[in-house]
């Protein structure tokens, strides 16, 4: 009798265990996606100044600020600085927006919450150095913030 509850407790640890392994089995879902629903490693841009906006497409201060980012971006065509849009919308609005206007920004989308990037309120921008750290934020948006002297100023000297 002994012998028989010791083999049914092994038994049931057993396949207990082996519910748990099949349940915590899960498809390795990537943080960031290009439009072609390829993973985008955001450490591939060391050595490059990184702009990145945090955006949606019901955001109308997002929207608007696209057209100072774009502006930015032909400031700094020259210079090693990567600009990224990313939002976590499903990829089909995403892949929509980019179709309907033709921003010269890379858009990805984000598989998760703007929380990842400590971000709390739409629209933010994160800038980072050639190193990956972060430099500065900026919430909100303001007219031609990315274009003004002391936002270029703050560019050049992480150049």
């Known amino acids: 009798m002994k012998q ?3 083999f049914n407790l092994y038994l049931i640890l057993l396949t207990s265990c082996y519910n748990v392994k099949e349940n915590n089995k ?10 072609n629903s ?4 955001i450490d591939s ?8 906006n945090l955006w949606a497409t019901w955001c109308k201060p997002c929207i ?5 980012i774009s502006k930015a971006k032909k400031l700094f065509q020259n210079d090693s600085i990567k600009f990224i ?5 499903s990829l089909n609005t995403i892949k929509l927006f980019v179709k309907n206007n033709k921003y010269e920004i890379e858009f990805l989308k984000l598989n998760g919450d703007y929380s990842l990037y400590k971000a709390y309120g739409l629209p933010t921008t994160i800038i980072y150095d050639k190193f990956g750290k972060e430099a500065f934020r900026i919430s909100g948006m ?3 913030q990315f274009t003004s002297n002391n936002f270029v100023n703050k560019i050049k000297k992480l150049l």
């Open 4 to 6: 028989f509850l010791i």
């Open 26 to 35: 899960r498809e390795y879902t990537p943080e960031l996606i290009n439009l």
């Open 38 to 41: 390829d993973e985008f490693i």
């Open 45 to 52: 841009y060391k050595g490059n100044v990184v702009f990145l």
């Open 64 to 68: 608007a600020e696209f057209e100072d």
């Open 85 to 89: 849009a990313i939002s976590n919308e």
């Open 142 to 144: 303001k007219k031609n």
